[in-house]
């Protein structure tokens, strides 16, 4: 992989830290930095360059972590917290690509069960292998995961 393919969102990120900087933007450059400081740590830990697609996996995994804290912050009745968390959410949401809908994801399940002539739970792994890469950052892969079980138990 060229580093012109492994870096556009990268690069992406970078530009709009600049942007939220000369707009006085620093929620949204808080965020930024987040995300930029959680990829560095995690190419400081494989020594690797990372990819579009494992960006999308890191930022993926910091909405959900974001989804999880806002859900127990309005359970604790701390809101102010929770407000925070969304708009960190709204921010992570700007770098991930479009959402799936349901008929999209179902359709998509259906395909890999399919292809991989999947008839039972044994063959779960195999079906979330082909799945992960084409809806991470796309689909709330707990939901996809309980989707498959629930075709594959019937």
């Known amino acids: 992989m060229t580093d012109a393919e492994t870096n556009t969102l990268k690069q992406s990120l970078t530009a709009d830290m600049k942007s939220a900087m000369k707009a006085g933007d620093k929620d949204r450059l808080a965020t930024i930095r987040l995300i930029l400081s959680a990829i560095k740590q995690v190419e400081v830990d494989t020594r690797s360059t990372l990819s579009d697609t ?35 959410l709204v921010v992570l949401g700007d770098y991930l690509p479009q959402a799936l809908n349901e008929d999209e994801i179902a359709r998509i399940i259906h395909q890999a069960i399919t292809q991989t002539a999947a008839s039972s739970m044994k063959d779960m792994g195999t079906v979330m292998a082909i799945l992960k890469p084409q809806m991470q950052g796309r689909a709330d892969m707990s939901q996809v995961s309980r989707q498959v079980k629930l075709l594959l138990s019937s």
């Open 54 to 88: 494992d960006l999308i996996a890191i930022i993926d995994k910091m909405s959900k972590q974001r989804r999880e804290s806002i859900e127990q912050f309005e359970k604790a009745g701390r809101n102010d917290l929770a407000d925070k968390e969304k708009a960190e």
